[in-house]
């Protein structure tokens, strides 16, 4: 029997102009964007669909940006009766994945991923620290990599998203000796990415503790479906293990290719990407071959889901 699973991406996959062509044909989905506006008190609905891209891509804009487009794409999933029987997000994609297994209320993860997103950038002053991709290199490789360029500054495993694909971060001079060393040591590929921060870094410890305390005021509900955890790859459910898992991935690394083998090992064989891009498609077929995957971002796409998800049933 087919088990399906919703996966919502995180930074990284916003574009300006994301969720606008399902707003403009069906209403829960331009309601889910109404509703962000009113909530953070500022039009976030123009930045997602006008840009400019320099203010889609601040922290604090594209994470509660992000989280509005998954939300709306939900919710049309929702209305054509599809179910999951699983979630997942990467990084900030796990905030989607609550809203969706019915743990977080949507309003209250705007406010939250709104907060995260502020406290993230404080952390750390603007330059002082970022992240890379190194493509080919086992995860022994890279906390070899790491060692050595540690003599430069803090530079830490930070999302182990595929085989041979792993983003490393930490201070600035360290990340850009450790892609230098990445190549003579092997690495088919070792690029800076265009990202704010250095995102679950230890560098962030004093984001985490904000946001702990933050999510200790926070209506969370056990979910009603299994979530599998950045933190530790695991399917957790009770509101207590997602608080802690909420906190802890703040400056703990994503375990992105254990969540997709738990899920997988509890029955998911059809991955669904809830939301812009298809960057997690992409990382999921490189993990296994055995799975269906489709994605939802807009009307094309949309009309291929239904139709895959009709034949597999």
Not at 1 to 23: D, H, L, R
Not at 235 to 263: G, K, S, Y
Request: hydrophobic residues 45%; negative net charge; glycine residues 8%.
């Amino acid at each position: 029997m087919n088990k399906i699973a919703f996966v919502f991406p995180g930074q990284g996959s916003q574009y300006v102009g994301m969720g606008k062509e399902f707003a403009d044909h069906f209403p829960e989905a331009g309601a889910a964007f109404a509703e962000a506006d009113q909530v953070l008190g500022f039009p976030l609905t123009k930045i997602c669909w006008q840009g400019p891209e320099e203010e889609l891509k601040i922290t604090y804009n594209t994470q509660p940006a992000l989280l509005a487009t998954s939300i709306a794409c939900l919710r049309i999933l929702e209305g054509h009766g599809i179910k999951a029987d699983f979630t997942a997000g990467h990084s900030l994609g796990e905030y989607s994945a609550l809203v969706a297994a019915g743990a977080l209320d949507y309003l209250e993860a705007l406010k939250l991923v709104r907060f995260r997103g502020e406290a993230m950038t404080q952390a750390v002053p603007a330059g002082e620290g970022t992240m890379a991709a190194v493509l080919g290199m086992s995860k022994e490789q890279i906390q070899e990599l790491c060692a050595k360029a540690g003599a430069y500054g803090v530079v830490e495993p930070a999302n182990f998203n595929c085989p041979g694909q792993i983003v490393i971060a930490g201070e600035t001079p360290a990340v850009e000796k450790a892609v230098a060393m990445a190549k003579e040591m092997g690495a088919k590929r070792a690029l800076l990415l265009a990202v704010s921060g250095p995102f679950h870094s230890s560098l962030l410890v004093t984001a985490a503790k904000a946001m702990e305390a933050r999510l200790q005021e926070s209506n969370i509900k056990d979910a009603l479906l299994p979530v599998a955890a950045n933190v530790n790859g695991r399917l957790i459910q009770t509101r207590e293990d997602i608080r802690e898992a909420l906190t802890e991935q703040v400056d703990h690394p994503v375990l992105w290719e254990d969540c997709i083998a738990a899920l997988m090992e509890a029955g998911a064989n059809i991955f669904v990407e809830v939301g812009p891009g298809r960057v997690l498609g992409g990382l999921i077929k490189k993990i296994s071959k055995d799975v269906q995957i489709c994605n939802v971002e807009d009307l094309a796409s949309l009309e291929n889901t239904l139709a895959l998800l009709k034949e597999c049933r």
